[in-house]
């Protein structure tokens, strides 16, 4: 090499002169466009000393641009709208439960002004954070009392700490549960200070082995409902019924996680065999908790239901304050709680109880009427509409197929992965699943409102992208 290239690449100053970066620094700031340039500049810099020939040098121009297509990405929120067509309607990954009107109305309400948050509007003095639930929930649940959390796996830690620190939780083998990598409830057990006493095996644990295990320094038993696995095949368990028995005969309180947070029987849209809290409160479980984002179709959060004086153990101690829920997610959960208190009136307005609930026929009829505009999309090949099946996702009824209906779409000059990833990357970004070289945008977790969107999406894609 005669001259050395790296002299040619142009100065910040000479960037930050473009018109299109001179409009960026006064729309965006000063700063961020001065910092991003450097980082670009950086980047040429070492693609020609690390080109194995000459390369041609981009452009002022083309420089600019980069920088403006890197600024206007880091403009884009981290967290983004999510058509879901993946047919998983609690993908935890997505956010699990997306909300009611009814309850983003009210975190408008409350996150724009200052909120009765602690305190009591008619008395004017102070009171505690959950008051605003707490009454809904001993009405849907029939507990005496309750206690709102971080998330469930919060619910089991300070259950646990609260009540068994230093002594012993019965627990069967069979259902010493992990859900989603980090909860594994020997772990959780282990955090909270709380000893584990495993009894049974895998498949068989019978109400003796629990009665046996019980000695001076137990302090209480616990039943996990088996949310994302079923054991089946040669296989016994204790029912909740048992466990209370044997509490009742040794004054120790039964810890029952039942996980999804049912608040009636499923087995009324085909779903049988997901415990709901309000029978688990009727069987006599000391202590219920459940997640606020999954069968319950509310925000994230763990609840806890039962005694008022196991409740308020576990609210005075000090992983209360640590695990605590703050004035958006109440709303949103008074809300959802309300709208539970008619079934009839939570199937319509919480869209999750809205989409499970969703004829077969209206998404087959959806189905056949998006098709061909969705294969009239140049990055589009073919789609047809075909019947097929999902799951529920999010640790609930693992084992229950639930019919769908989806438009399988080939794609045109592309891979199906290129295809799934320019969605992706759409505006609003849209999740389907690949299943034998389709894509397939499954419309259970799909609203009807989204259906445009979706045509409009596949639209946008370009070959290119
Ligand atoms: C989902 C689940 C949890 C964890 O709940 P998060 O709200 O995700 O923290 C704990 N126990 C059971 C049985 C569950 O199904």
């Keep these: 090499m005669s001259r050395n290239p790296l002299r040619n690449i142009p100065s910040v100053n ?23 340039v ?49 047919g998983i309607l609690l993908h935890t990954n997505l956010g699990r439960a997306p909300l009611a009107e009814e309850a983003l109305a009210e975190i408008s309400a409350v996150a724009r002004d200052y909120a009765s948050l602690e305190i009591d509007l008619a008395s004017g003095r102070r009171s505690r954070r959950v008051v605003a639930v707490e009454g809904l929930l001993v009405q849907l649940t029939g507990a005496e009392a ?48 709380a000893v584990l006493r495993e009894v049974g095996t895998t498949n068989k644990t019978r109400a003796s082995d629990y009665q046996a295990a019980i000695n001076e320094r137990t ?29 009742r005969k040794h004054r120790l309180p039964v810890i029952h996680d039942v996980g999804s947070g049912a608040m009636f029987d499923f087995s009324q849209f085909g779903f049988p ?29 763990g ?59 209206n998404l087959e009829n959806r189905a056949k009427r998006l098709a061909p505009q969705i294969a009239a999309a140049p990055a589009v090949a073919a789609a047809e509409a075909i019947a097929s099946t999902t799951f529920f996702g999010g640790g609930s009824l693992p084992t229950q197929e639930i019919a769908t209906w989806c ?22 970004a849209v999740m389907g699943r690949i299943q034998q070289g389709r894509l397939l945008l499954d419309l259970r977790s799909v609203m009807p409102r989204q259906d445009q969107e979706l045509v409009a999406a596949l639209g946008g894609v370009t070959g290119g992208s």
């Design 219 to 247: 302090a209480a038993l616990m039943l996990v409902h088996p949310s994302n696995y079923a054991v089946v095949g040669f296989t016994e368990s204790a029912s909740l019924a048992e466990l209370v028995e044997i509490g």
């Design 407 to 428: 438009v399988a779409v080939q794609p045109n000059e592309m891979s199906v992965d290129r295809l799934a990833t320019a969605l992706r990357l759409g505006t609003p």
């Design 14 to 36: 000479e960037l930050l002169e473009s018109p299109p970066l001179r409009r960026l620094v006064d729309r965006i700031s000063h700063n961020v466009v001065v910092s991003t």
């Design 273 to 301: 065999g997901e415990p709901a809290a309000p029978q688990s409160i009727q069987t006599g479980a000391d202590l219920v908790l459940f997640s606020g984002d999954k069968l319950l179709g509310g925000p994230q959060c």
């Design 146 to 193: 309750a206690l709102v959390v971080n998330n469930n796996s919060a619910a089991t830690m300070i259950a646990l700490a609260a009540v068994a620190a230093g002594r012993e939780v019965i627990v069967s083998r069979g259902e010493l549960v992990e859900i989603g990598g980090s909860f594994r409830l020997p772990d959780v057990m282990a955090a909270s200070g």
């Design 38 to 86: 450097r980082n670009v500049l950086d980047e040429v810099r070492s693609e020609v000393q690390h080109a194995a020939t000459d390369m041609t040098l981009p452009s002022v121009s083309e420089l600019a641009d980069r920088v403006a297509r890197r600024i206007s990405e880091a403009e884009l929120p981290p967290l983004r709208p999510v058509i879901n067509a993946t």
């Design 303 to 361: 609840i806890l239901v039962g005694r008022r004086s196991i409740i308020e153990q576990i609210s005075k101690h000090p992983l209360a304050r640590a695990l605590r829920v703050g004035k958006l997610t109440l709303a949103a959960l008074s809300a959802t709680l309300r709208l539970h208190r008619d079934p009839e009136r939570a199937r319509r307005a919480i869209p999750l109880l809205h989409l499970l609930t969703t004829s077969v026929e």
